[in-house]
Each structure stands twice: as C-alpha cells, then as structure tokens.
C-alpha cells in the first residue's frame, strides 16, 4: 500500500518561519513533489525533490531525506496569502512518470 | 494557451445515471490524471495516462472508465453513478522526461443523490 502522513492543521504568525513535514511509506520513490491549494480551487506544483537535500525556490524551500522518508518545505516570510493547503506527493513509478500519490494535506492558517 | 479545461464545473447526477467528464489540454502534455478530492481525505488517484492509447488504475478505479484517444483530451466516465461518488473531480497534466509539476484544472464539483 501506498501511505503519506503529514500534519492536519499547522497555524503561524505572519512574518513568521514555518515547517510542514511529510513522511511517506510507498511501494516507489522516485520524487517528492509539494503542491499547494487555495479554498478548494486548482492545485498549484510548488517543487519537487528527487535526491536528499535542500531546494530553495523565492520564500519556499523544499527537504528531502530518502534514507528517513520524510521530507519537508519550509515558507519563510509567512504572508497572509499563504494561508491554503499543502500537500505532499510522492512519484512512485519511474517509467511512468505520472504516478502520483498524495498525502492527505496540511491546512496553514496564517495570523497577522 | 487555455491550460487545462474541465467541463461542466458543477453537475448533479441520480444514482444510476452515467456521465462523462471532459478534460482537454493544450499544452501537448504527454501525462494526465483524474484525481478525486473529498473532504480530510486528500487527492486520491483515479486513472492516470502517459500518452495517447496508454492508461492505467490509480488507487480507486473502481466505478471509473477512462481512454485517450487524442495527447490533448482525457475524459473520465461515470458507469452508474451512487453517493459515494460524490466529490470534487480534477484532471491534470504534465510533460514528459525531465518534468516534474502537474498542471490542474479548476475542478468539477460533482453530487450524485
């Protein structure tokens, strides 16, 4: 079976640094992929990880540890509009590539 | 450049009725999926493509056809719908290789009673 664990709810300050981990037991890793999704509308790609370490995109960075199964994105200079859900999202077939799996979400309250 | 289109946005079906949803890209995207969303339960795979002629189950199939006939659409049928298939329904697309964000639509909001 395929299994994503990430937190439900995660509430910061604005300004503020916040971290949503992401832990995944899945048949096939070839990639983490974070999305995010605001009021229910079209998801948006944010980044993906396929090798351990860090990828810095603007404000968002995105961890991966394959050793661990578990990676991480990081919003640093939380602003209001970064209030939305994130998920998680393991590629877990290599020669079909657009196998995607997803965790179940975090939901990112962000307080001024 | 429409990106990826869902059509209807709303719909509401009887229990037994079927139903297509449409979902057209212009990108000349090789991958697409259906994903269905239902509340605390995250984007659950349905059918997933990676070019035309080529499909495959996700994780919840059952009660879902799908075929591609043509890069650009991927429509998703409904055989007989039941409430349990009530949800918010998105298709996605990508490029393929080195590529590695899905581009969704805006989503089709479906209740089944």
């Known amino acids: 079976g395929q299994s994503l664990e990430q937190p439900s709810e995660v509430t910061a300050v604005e300004g503020a640094i916040v971290q949503i981990n992401c832990t995944y037991q899945t048949s096939g890793f070839y990639g983490l992929s974070w999305y995010q999704q605001h009021d229910g509308g079209a998801p948006t790609f944010l980044s993906y990880n396929a090798l351990d370490g860090l990828e810095e995109t603007g404000r968002f960075s995105s961890f991966l540890s394959r050793s661990d199964s578990y990676g991480y994105l990081l919003l640093q200079e939380l602003q209001m509009k970064d209030s939305a859900s994130y998920f998680c999202a393991v590629r877990v077939l290599y020669n079909q590539g657009g196998k995607l799996i997803f965790g179940q979400g975090t939901e990112l309250s962000v307080k001024p | 450049n429409a990106g990826v289109t869902q059509t209807p946005k709303f719909q509401v079906l009887k229990t037994g009725q079927s139903m297509t949803l449409q979902c057209a890209q212009d990108m000349n995207h090789e991958y697409m999926s259906w994903y269905r969303q239902d509340p605390g339960m995250g984007l659950r795979l349905i059918h997933y493509s990676v070019g035309a002629g080529i499909t495959d189950q996700g994780e919840v199939p059952n009660g879902y056809n799908v075929s591609r006939s043509t890069t650009e659409d991927f429509p998703l049928r409904l055989l007989s719908a039941a409430p349990s298939q009530t949800s918010v329904y998105f298709c996605?697309?990508?490029?393929?290789?080195?590529?590695?964000?899905?581009?969704f639509g805006s989503g089709t909001r479906l209740t089944v009673v």
């Open positions: 996605a697309s990508k490029l393929g290789g080195a590529t590695y964000g899905y581009t």
